[in-house]
């Protein structure tokens, strides 16, 4: 997946508006424009709606609310299914990155999500299936990573390399590399859910990684560490490799009616080795 509307960190560090950007109730703002973004005070994320495919064929706003603890995504793209139409999404501010994977030691994610036709926010899990079958939903839950070899690239446009990690998504949507990668071999177990491994290149030359998790998750307070070794481990990656962004988001292809995705009680931390919070006491060579 290419994102030609993602920022570098230096760039949300200078403002925090865009013309467009429609301020609510106190602590809550609205993104409604393609690349509108907001750079929160109160927690170390910013906010982008990044409608990067927008076709015409629909709408896409993010709101955040409470300063930021937690956002959500109202949409409806009617267009080719088979493109993505946006990646609205948080970005964890650029503390402890870039970082070069090998001194990752944790990979501390933690949230709660929904995604639901817009008014069947109670509905049972089977009553949700038959809704997103209704409306054509083919979207998914995503944290994002972009790598370089070179420590200024991984933080910019373009970064050559991607890793993604889906906690959630429906069955209408694939991984670059569905029909090549091997999953039954390179799954790993994080918190007691498998994940599996895909890669392939997309369009714009992006060598893209993505974990797929057997059993969808709504919910999760887990190291996801384990993903990115297991990458560089395998020889797959160099771990010298920088990591240098860090996004939870929601990937949007199409869905017929009003959907809405909502997020809160969200971390997004990488720990490197010799940090406070490391737990290890290796060291990299």
């Not at 997946?1 to 560090?13: E, K, R, S, V």
């Not at 995604?115 to 939903?137: C, M, P, R």
């Not at 070899?149 to 390399?161: L, Q």
Request: charged letters at 15%.
């Amino acid at each position: 997946m290419l994102h030609p509307l993602h920022f570098g960190f230096l760039a949300f560090l200078t403002t925090s508006r865009f013309v467009g950007l429609t301020v609510a109730d106190a602590g809550d703002v609205s993104l409604c424009g393609q690349s509108d973004w907001w750079n929160s005070t109160d927690v170390p994320y910013s906010f982008n709606n990044n409608a990067w495919g927008n076709d015409s064929s629909g709408y896409q706003c993010l709101s955040t609310h409470d300063g930021g603890r937690s956002f959500s995504v109202a949409y409806k793209w009617t267009g080719d299914a088979s493109l993505v139409k946006g990646y609205p999404y948080m970005k964890a501010h650029p503390t402890g990155l870039p970082v070069q994977l090998w001194n990752v030691t944790q990979l501390q994610i933690t949230g709660n999500w929904q995604t639901y036709v817009t008014g069947k926010e109670q509905a049972s899990a089977d009553e949700q299936a038959i809704a997103f079958n209704d409306v054509s939903l083919y979207a998914n839950v995503a944290v994002d990573m972009f790598l370089s070899d070179s420590r200024e690239n991984s933080t910019m446009v373009g970064a050559p390399i991607e890793i993604m990690i889906w906690p959630w998504w429906t069955p209408t949507v694939k991984p670059l590399g569905w029909a090549e990668s091997t999953p039954d071999k390179d799954t790993v177990t994080i918190d007691g859910t498998p994940f599996s491994l895909y890669h392939g290149w997309n369009d714009g030359g992006q060598h893209v990684f993505s974990w797929l998790a057997r059993t969808n998750l709504t919910q999760t307070d887990a190291d996801y560490g384990p993903l990115l070794e297991y990458i560089w481990k395998k020889g797959m990656l160099s771990g010298a490799l920088w990591l240098g962004q860090l996004e939870l988001g929601t990937e949007i292809k199409h869905a017929a009616g009003d959907m809405h995705f909502e997020a809160s009680n969200y971390t997004l931390k990488v720990i490197r080795q010799g940090d406070p919070e490391d737990k290890t006491s290796t060291t990299s060579t």
